[in-house]
């Protein structure tokens, strides 16, 4: 293995940091440390959006910085992080203009549209006039007169007497809309936060805002402990179906992960718990549904139907979370079948809805989401992509932690990259990807997925290259990691099987495109955008997840990574009432797709097994 020395880059003001191969674009960086920032020109480094600066560290200015940026910025150390190469130590400040969804663009614009501070909850002052013989109006009429019309739930009813003479008539009002959710003594109006949550079948996500300013106050996220259910949602289904009781404990799994998340929110931004009001919800049918305590033994069978398709406003308390007890719980709406709430907030983050040209977002994970815009119609569906891309089923697959491989470059031999600097003891799903695409490119890997033996490989290739191709019981795989440099002390290969394991994931998301494109009437080429969410979509590099198949042959240039656009768009949904109204018109308005429904289905998964024969073109940067 050549393991080159890798390079420290740490990221201000959230202080993350990984390690680099030299030569690895900036804007790669950032994404693996989970920084999505503006690339709308595709990483050409022609619109100037993914400006950084460089607070410590070597970094020349480009052709391209000197264009795209003032003499003024370039002395001050901004530049380009499409189109600057890593090649030492680095500190890189982060402006939040340049960031995909931050917390100021929430609030201003984004894709294109604005999204104004305008949140369900609010808190109200009120100073009331007491009753008098001239004014002997009820305490509801009275409270009604300053704070406007709301409904009174019952419970705020029986304490509302002894409250406003207890408080000497005044106090501050919770608002959830047009709903009393709590009555506060004294004025409490500046304090009110919330959180939004991406509610993944492998990770949870959770993020913690100011409802007042509309600032994020703090980000904590925690592995979802369903995952000792089954890896993905159609083992939980059918530990559902199988097993009485397994609701229950799949629900309280959830709950205990969100319970989780919130303490450590609160204990991240020295934040009272119970000035917590709301927390909206975004995750996949099945996880939305084992949350609330569904049955979701219907998505077990064809056709595949939904508990519930509208979005859903549920007590806090009735869910156990530790935040206030009148807040409450925003659920997502649902499209059908697997297409659940993150699509829906996935599609208000990327403003799929106010594309000019046919659209893609691809939210590639253990269930693959997507969906077509085209001409004012919005197509979903979501194909059963397994937990490979997760590192699941992989011989030696692991998740992105320290030891991972997550880099895989063939030259002359191999080149790695590892996650925390470590010594490598397994492969994560962008590896797999990277070492497919690469073996392609050098010949090693045949359109059907077999790695060909030494023997067969081609003229050309590097006697180190050569001396990788192993047989093993039969089957060939690829030495990526010989055992005395190895984490483990075994040695570290991308194995036969593994390449099968990709061609399963990838193939289910290729028919899923190709299905949708069809039934549109389109081509891959007439796409102009495709946009790549998800947690692991931002860490993938485009020009090999395209050589594999799993993205459209279409110019890198169109295609853009969005980040966790489900976070996103939960969060969009916590600060404006305008865009939850929006999440529902999404909701109801896009049409479901099911590919078990449709009768090419099988045709289209099988010739999508087979790769690619070649690049479309070569794209200009490693992502």
């Given amino acids: ?62 052709a391209a910085d000197l264009q795209a940026l003032s003499a003024e910025q370039v002395q001050q150390g901004y530049r380009l992080a499409c189109r600057t190469y890593i090649v030492g130590p680095l500190t890189v400040e982060i402006p939040a203009e340049s960031l995909f969804g931050g917390a100021q663009q929430i609030l201003t614009s984004h894709a294109g549209r604005s999204a104004v501070l305008n949140p369900v909850i609010r808190k109200t002052y009120f100073h009331l006039d007491p009753p008098s013989r001239d004014s002997a109006v009820s305490d509801v009429e009275r409270l009604k007169s300053v704070i406007g019309e709301v409904t009174i739930p019952f419970h705020l009813l029986q304490k509302l007497a002894g409250f406003l003479r207890g408080q000497n008539w005044q106090g501050t009002a919770v608002l959830a809309g047009k709903r009393l959710i709590g009555l506060e003594a004294g004025d409490t109006s500046a304090t009110a936060y919330g959180v939004a949550f991406d509610l993944g079948t492998t990770t949870v996500v959770g993020t913690l805002f100011d409802l007042v300013s509309g600032q994020e106050k703090a980000v904590a996220s925690t592995m979802n402990p369903q995952v000792s259910f089954g890896d993905d949602v159609i083992s ?9 009781g397994a609701l229950a404990q799949l629900q309280q799994s959830a709950l205990t992960a969100i319970r989780s998340v919130i303490q450590k929110l609160g204990e991240q931004a020295s934040v009272d718990t119970r000035h917590i009001y709301e927390v909206a919800i975004a995750g996949n049918s099945t996880m939305q549904q084992l949350l609330c305590g569904l049955d979701s033994s219907a998505l077990g069978e064809v056709p595949f139907v939904q508990a519930f398709s ?25 499209i059908g079948g697997f297409v659940g709430g993150d699509t829906v907030a996935g599609m208000l983050a990327s403003g799929l809805d106010k594309t000019g040209e046919a659209t893609l977002l691809v939210d590639i994970g253990t269930n693959g989401e997507i969906v077509l815009a085209h001409n004012g119609r919005m197509q979903a569906t979501s194909a059963a992509a397994g937990p490979a891309f997760e590192g699941a089923r992989i011989v030696q697959g692991m998740r992105a932690t320290a030891g991972a ?41 045949d359109e059907t997925g077999r790695i060909l033996s030494a023997d067969e490989a081609p003229d050309g290739i590097s006697p180190a290259l050569r001396a ?45 495109i190709n299905i949708l494109l069809r039934r549109a009437g389109l081509e891959p080429a007439d796409l102009g955008s495709v946009l790549l969410a998800g947690a692991f979509g931002n860490f993938i590099r485009r020009n090999n997840a395209r050589r594999i198949g799993l993205l459209p042959q279409i110019a890198c240039r169109r295609i853009h990574f969005v980040g966790n656009a489900a976070s996103l768009g939960a969060q969009l949904a916590l600060l404006s009432a305008d865009e939850r109204e929006l999440a529902s018109q999404l909701g109801r308005t896009t049409e479901h797709v099911d590919l078990s429904l449709d009768p090419e289905f099988q045709m289209e998964f099988g010739m999508a097994m087979m790769f690619p024969e070649n690049d479309v073109d070569a794209c200009n940067d490693v992502r």
Wanted: net charge positive; proline share 5%; charged share 20%.
């Fill in 1 to 62: 293995m050549n393991k080159q020395n890798e390079i420290k880059v740490t990221f201000q003001p959230s202080g993350r940091s990984v390690f680099a191969l030299p030569g690895t674009l900036l804007l790669e960086a950032a994404g693996r440390a989970g920084v999505a920032l503006q690339t709308p020109c595709g990483g050409r480094g022609t619109c100037g959006k993914c400006r950084v600066r460089i607070v410590s560290g070597e970094c020349p200015p480009s």
């Fill in 468 to 512: 990788r191709l192993i047989e093993i019981n039969g089957q060939v795989n690829f030495l990526l990691v010989a055992a005395e440099v190895s984490g483990s002390g075994e040695p570290v290969y991308l194995w036969q099987k593994d390449v099968r394991e990709l061609q399963l994931a990838t193939g289910a998301i290729r028919a899923g």
């Fill in 236 to 244: 939980r289904i059918s530990r559902i179906r199988e097993n009485d």
């Fill in 310 to 334: 509208s979005a859903l406003t549920i007590s806090a308390q009735t869910l156990g979370l530790p935040v206030n007890p009148g807040g409450e719980v925003y659920i997502f709406p649902q």
């Fill in 405 to 445: 491989i997550e880099k895989v470059i063939l030259g002359e031999d191999v080149i790695l990259n590892v996650i925390g600097n470590a010594r490598p003891v397994g492969l994560c799903g962008t590896a797999l990807i990277d070492a497919a695409a690469e073996l392609l490119r050098k010949g090693l890997i």
